[in-house]
């Protein structure tokens, strides 16, 4: 594990359970890699908004887009601040008490002010990494963005450097009076399985192996 | 499917792609009871904060717990208004285009103002049905929160009436033009997927049939 670390900040200090924190920045990375679904938080007329979307992040930055309509891009772009919030569940932690019930998991906390993505070619590269980061090898296949679709695409790019990742691992942990209990305790991993792919109509491709082979 | 809906607030319309938008109840439920995971956004200084933690449902009460030590709960405890997301992904929806590429989901946004559960029979029922929602049949087994757990414990209260559910499914759906091309297409199917139990130490219980046949 890299040494590199994010400097911290009062809020991406852990309040609670401080030695599940990280500011390692290879691991915050992997897990925004890992993750499909980012919630990004952001404030309008003083209410918070939490939008599930998809993110991709290239270097210390991590990128989101939409359609330019979106209410929540449209705000973003205006130099909003926004919460960008990852989370990949690893497992349920059954205790011998109802109390010590946890989960496993990771996530990862980034706090910062998004700027949209206005360069052509900046715009062309990370949406090109867009595809690449949900199936490796396919942005090469298919057919790239039209002028169009440019226009009607927002991309928004938020800096890596007030985040912080979040890490559980591990079986439960129960009061030393309580491992006498007659109850089962332990852990049930999870994850996230790809399946099958199903071929849409009119396909006469075969399944490329990215495909076949999918899982994260 | 019940035609019961929850009244269409400004910020539950759905500005983008309404055809996507529910505001059915039953629907509305399911997403939230078969999540483990929810993004609950909030406003500190300001600036918006999203926090994922676990919640459960009772009737039409979204609920959430946590440390009475945590920055999230007591800021929700003193009436700030919440935003709390929920997201589960279905698939990636592949396209001949990388514009048309889109992922199928199911998420529930939920906006309003938490009350905390002071009340001592509606926290321990609450906390009982926070174990169950997790794992169904597990809370008559496991030791139940003492006095002090309780004081440590802040469990929130969130009506479901301002509420919407957003969900996409089924395959791509290309620009006319672009089925010609020689590309595959098709939706890769994903689903949280529960693996064999790990057992603790110390354990002399054998593994439940709740926890052996485990899936959402």
Same sequence: chains 1, 2.
């Avoid at 926004?82 to 990862?108: E, Q």
């Avoid at 867009?130 to 009607?152: D, F, I, K, M």
Wanted: net charge negative; charged share 25%.
């Amino acid at each position: 594990m890299s040494t590199i670390v994010l400097e911290q900040t009062q809020r991406t200090t852990l309040k609670r359970l401080p030695k599940r924190g990280s500011f390692d920045r290879e691991r915050i990375h992997a897990i925004l890699d890992e993750a499909l679904i980012c919630h990004v938080g952001f404030v309008v007329d003083g209410a918070p908004v939490v939008i599930p979307t998809i993110h991709w992040r290239e270097g210390d930055l991590l990128y989101f887009h939409g359609s330019a309509a979106s209410r929540m891009l449209r705000s973003l772009r205006n130099g909003v601040e926004a919460c960008v919030t990852v989370t990949l569940l690893d497992g349920l932690v059954l205790a011998r008490s109802a109390f010590h019930h946890s989960m496993n998991y990771r996530s990862v906390v980034v706090f910062g002010t998004a700027r949209e993505v206005t360069g052509r070619e900046e715009k062309l590269r990370a949406l090109d990494a867009l595809v690449e980061h949900v199936v490796r090898g396919r942005s090469a296949e298919v057919r790239g963005p039209n002028e169009a679709e440019l226009r009607q695409t927002l991309v928004l790019a938020l800096p890596i450097e007030e985040a912080s990742a979040k890490i559980r691992t591990g079986g439960p942990v129960d009061d030393e009076e309580d491992y006498a209990l007659p109850v089962w305790a332990g852990v049930v991993p999870c994850s996230l399985v790809f399946e099958r792919p199903l071929t849409d109509d009119r396909v006469t491709a075969a399944v490329p192996d990215y495909v076949n082979a999918y899982q994260r």
